[in-house]
């Protein structure tokens, strides 16, 4: 089981020319955007990553998440657990054009020239991994609140809380 934090920065090119792995886990806190999505601190977010050059020479990295957080029921807004996996493998690149270049299956990851920000990377795919809308199983949801909640507070809410989908909105690659 993991257990040392991981590190928040590395240099993306040398650590794909070594192939290596980076290894951590991280706490909802410590990641500022993804916290707000979320119904409270508790949890844990294991990371394994590995970098690697393929055969035409990209430097690659394989991401893999699993997190177990907090978030809201949608119908009644208590919080409840919610598991995220994630698994994805991104093309490193230094430049906007290289990104656009890139072939269409890989997704690009634009990397800073020295070190790159690990937990920034883990926070984007973290957001990208969330269903829009979470619900507890019906048994479990507090229906005596779901009650309680007036329709027009709810349409006001949903009007001043942009939710998960702006974030994800402004993390979309632009696909032209
Ligand atoms: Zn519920």
């Known amino acids: 089981m993991l257990t040392d934090p991981l590190p928040i920065t590395l240099d993306m090119r040398k650590a794909a020319v070594r192939g290596a792995g980076i290894s951590g886990v991280l706490k909802p806190r410590d990641l500022r955007r993804f916290r707000t999505l979320l119904a409270g601190d508790e949890g844990d977010i294991s990371v394994q990553m590995h970098c690697f050059r393929d055969e035409d020479g990209r430097y690659l990295v394989r991401v893999e998440i699993e997190a177990n957080v907090q978030v809201s029921c949608q119908r009644c807004l208590e919080a409840m657990p919610e598991h995220l996996s994630s698994d994805t493998t991104l093309a490193v690149v230094w430049t906007d054009t290289e990104a656009a270049n890139l072939p269409t299956y890989l997704e690009p990851f634009i990397a800073a020239e020295t070190t790159s920000n690990l937990w920034e990377l883990v926070e984007d795919e973290l ?29 006001e809410a949903a009007a001043t809380n942009p939710g998960p989908f702006s974030v994800l909105d402004q993390l979309k690659p632009e696909k032209k």
Request: net charge neutral; proline share 3%.
């Open 127 to 155: 957001i990208l991994s969330m269903r829009s809308f979470s619900y507890h199983d019906t048994a479990q949801c507090n229906r005596t609140a779901v009650a309680f909640v007036e329709p027009q507070l709810t349409a």
